[in-house]
């Protein structure tokens, strides 16, 4: 992909000066002293032989095309450990668990907890208003979740599954989680928009851990912009990853401070998906806003 932007340049440059008969400006001007280094054809006297004809030519140029290129996704389908950035915040690392439960076991955990979790459609507001997520949800854990302004009720009723899960992944990776936000995406239809899990709650650096069931779903990365884009998304760093049916994702150190991340809509049709993000919440925040 390719973006051609014409940028307003200085269309030309002051050429240097073309002299005469080994006349020096600069000889004459730091002789004299008192007297401004001025440009040549301003500082010489008039009519004399001697004189410097020195003179500065403007030349023309064309206005540059400066070219810059959005850039193609990297794409993450492997197995793996990827620090995707490094800046001021920290190192932006992603681990990738393909087969984290194998097919078996996780045609079955799908179907459990596509039958036994308590899914709602949560509604939400933004600046136009009122809105459905597009998806269902469930939250587990002691203490309440607030995010884009509304509040996920203290649910400490673990399903035995999850918290089977939840043992099992915090094994695995050596962190550990206190809380569970659920998604159920029930077709292509279903999405969550751009964002990045930093809520006051989740406080500094949090770690995620993101487990999938069911259909495929590309989950997609955006870097944040630098400040000299004023907010420009345009030609930021992206990585896309396909995440299958029990797939586990980890992200940590800056992830959430560097980069957004979202699930778009599909145009092809697209079967349920789940998928499960352990956090560890903090109960000094919680309830506080996005
Ligand atoms: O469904 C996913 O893979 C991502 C879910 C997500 O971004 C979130 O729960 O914050």
């Given at each position: 992909m390719e973006d051609k932007r014409r940028r307003a340049r200085v269309q030309g440059a002051w050429a240097g000066p073309i002299r005469?008969?080994?006349?020096s400006h600069s000889a004459v001007g730091s002789q004299c002293?008192?007297?401004?280094?001025?440009p040549a054809s301003i500082g010489e006297p008039r009519g004399?032989?001697?004189q410097s004809v020195a003179k500065l030519q403007f030349v023309f140029k064309e206005p540059a095309e400066v070219t810059r290129r959005v850039p193609e996704p990297r794409v993450i389908d492997k197995a793996g450990v990827y620090d995707i950035s490094t800046s001021a915040a920290g190192v932006s690392r992603l681990r990738v668990?393909?087969?984290?439960?194998?097919p078996k076991e996780a045609d079955w955990m799908f179907e459990q907890l596509q039958k036994e979790i308590p899914w709602s459609q949560k509604t939400n507001f933004r600046q136009d208003g009122f809105y459905q997520e597009p998806r269902l949800t469930a939250w587990y854990g002691e203490l309440p979740y607030t995010y884009s302004r509304t509040m996920m009720q203290p649910n400490p009723h673990w399903h035995p599954l999850l918290t089977m899960l939840k043992d099992h992944i915090e094994e695995v990776t050596g962190y550990t989680f206190n809380s569970l936000l659920c998604n159920l995406y029930r077709n292509d239809k279903d999405s969550i928009d751009w964002h990045s899990?930093?809520?006051?709650?989740?406080?500094?650096?949090p770690v995620i851990a993101s487990l999938s069931f069911g259909d495929t779903r590309t989950f997609q990365m955006r870097k944040k912009p630098g400040p000299e884009e004023h907010g420009d998304y345009t030609y930021v760093e992206r990585v896309h990853i396909p995440l299958d049916h029990g797939a586990l994702l980890l992200m940590e150190g800056a992830t959430q401070e560097d980069w957004q991340h979202r699930v778009p809509k599909e145009y092809h049709s697209r079967e349920a998906r789940i998928n499960l993000t352990f956090r560890r919440v903090f109960p000094e925040h919680s309830g506080m806003r996005r």
């Open positions: 005469s008969r080994g006349a002293s008192g007297i401004h280094n001025l004399s032989k001697e668990f393909p087969s984290f439960i194998v899990d930093s809520e006051p709650s989740l406080e500094k650096c």
